[in-house]
């Protein structure tokens, strides 16, 4: 069974950063695309970044690209989720996601997604 706990949420000022982390366990961890999405209270699900199984590729939402940056560990089974310049949009409850190990459609769909965290509160205030 794949586990994702998620870390690192907190509240934060606008401008402040925060470093999300994700331990990984249940799966093999070196063959599997990672990802991030996020919720804000009241609004659907969103993409944020995706990190290629060998962490050579990564992708980002426009709302956070040049300000987050997505990085993986295979040797701890962790990925991260560096956050800068954070802003009170960014306020969500934020989610560790798993790919498949085989090809991904769209990192952008949670269609694509085989695991999800339970998710880690990030709050910026103004």
């Known amino acids: 069974q794949v586990q994702l706990v998620e870390s690192g949420g907190g509240l934060v000022q606008a401008g402040g950063s925060l470093r999300l982390s994700c331990a990984a366990s249940?799966?093999?961890?070196?063959?599997?695309?990672m990802g991030w999405f996020r919720q804000a209270p009241g609004k659907e699900r969103n993409y944020v970044a995706a990190?290629?199984?060998?962490?050579?590729?990564?992708v980002y939402a426009d709302s956070v690209k040049g300000r987050f940056t997505i990085s993986r560990d295979n040797a701890k089974n962790t990925v991260y989720l560096q956050m800068n310049d954070l802003n009170p949009e960014d306020t969500a409850d934020y989610y560790c996601?798993?790919?498949?190990?085989?090809?991904?459609?769209?990192?952008?769909?949670?269609?694509?997604?085989?695991?999800w965290g339970q998710g880690t509160q990030v709050t910026v205030s103004s």
């Open positions: 990190i290629t199984w060998g962490g050579d590729g990564t």
């Open positions: 249940g799966l093999t961890f070196s063959l599997h695309s």
């Open positions: 996601v798993a790919y498949p190990g085989t090809y991904v459609r769209a990192y952008s769909d949670p269609k694509s997604v085989i695991a």
